[in-house]
Nanobody, 121 residues
């Protein structure tokens, strides 16, 4: 069992930046960030394997950067050039399955409690 605690959300103006963090109680092969906006389905935003291979959803490519510090079991999401469309509850997630599945956006067993990101125009 792995516990995740995400943090770093807040309110920013469009064009601003935020950095989300997720502290894990243990090591996992795959880690990812998901988000869910009101009235919308949850979507995968970015994933990263234990070796550092990353995948992004098209809408955040070039603006968001996912990274992890395996020595600290911590996941990060640097979000730049935020737009109102990025407003959502962001969740970190982790899984022990093969790194080949990291970007499948399904089957993640461990979830953080969520951190709210609100972008105003």
């Amino acid at each position: 069992q792995v516990q995740l605690m995400d943090s770093g959300g807040g309110s920013v103006q469009a064009g601003g930046s935020l950095r989300l963090s997720c502290a894990a109680s243990g090591y996992t092969y795959c880690m990812a960030w998901f988000r869910q906006a009101p009235g919308k389905e949850r979507e995968g935003v970015a994933s990263i394997t234990s070796a550092g291979s990353t995948t992004y959803v098209d809408s955040v490519k070039g603006r968001f950067t996912i990274s992890r510090d395996n020595t600290k079991n911590t996941l990060y999401l640097q979000m730049n050039s935020l737009g109102v469309e990025d407003t959502a509850m962001y969740y970190c997630a982790a899984a022990h399955f093969s790194p080949l599945r990291c970007a499948s956006w399904s089957g993640y067993a461990y979830w953080g409690q969520g951190t709210q990101v609100t972008v105003s125009s």
